[in-house]
């Protein structure tokens, strides 16, 4: 004996019209906005911020894109600050035509201490130097 399966076709509901919680977006909205940022990015219209470091702007998909937040997130001593400091001034200097705002945030040391690291890194001296009363002098 067999069985007679039936199907039956029904139209799904208009989706476009369900009202959703405060916040919520129906899927439709991300898969066109995902479709406009592919037709954007073959078109050449991708804002981002490029790096010096090629293989970071390929991960990145070009570079830093507005909007975004970025983590730098490591064990202490590995770097994250003259990473992040680099990275900043980096993305300041190849897009000094753009009206760039950078927020950065540090829970390892304040913002004075990060500048000087940045005027350490300028100078080419030492923190400790940078802020001695003793000055080196050329014999």
């Known amino acids: 004996m067999s069985e007679k399966q039936t199907t039956k ?5 208009d989706n476009s019209r369900l009202i959703l919680p405060l916040g919520l977006e129906h899927i439709s909205k991300s898969v066109d906005k995902s479709i406009e940022n592919v037709v ?3 078109e050449g219209n991708r804002k981002v911020f490029s790096t010096q470091w090629n293989r970071l702007n390929r991960n990145l998909m ?3 894109q507005p909007g975004k937040m970025y983590v730098i997130a490591g064990r202490p001593g590995v770097g994250k600050s003259a990473f992040s400091n680099q990275l900043i001034f ?3 200097d190849k897009n000094h035509d753009k009206n760039v705002i950078v ?3 540090s829970f390892e040391m304040p913002g004075e201490q990060q500048i000087l690291r940045a005027g350490s ?4 001296l030492q923190t400790a130097e940078l802020l001695s009363s003793y000055c080196h002098q050329s014999d």
């Not at 076709?9 to 509901?13: A, I, R």
């Not at 890194?121 to 080419?124: R, V």
């Open 103 to 105: 927020l950065y945030w």
């Open 40 to 42: 954007d990015a073959r």
């Open 121 to 124: 890194k300028h100078t080419k």
């Open 90 to 92: 980096d993305v300041l």
């Open 9 to 13: 076709t029904e139209e799904l509901p």
């Open 62 to 64: 070009g570079g830093l």
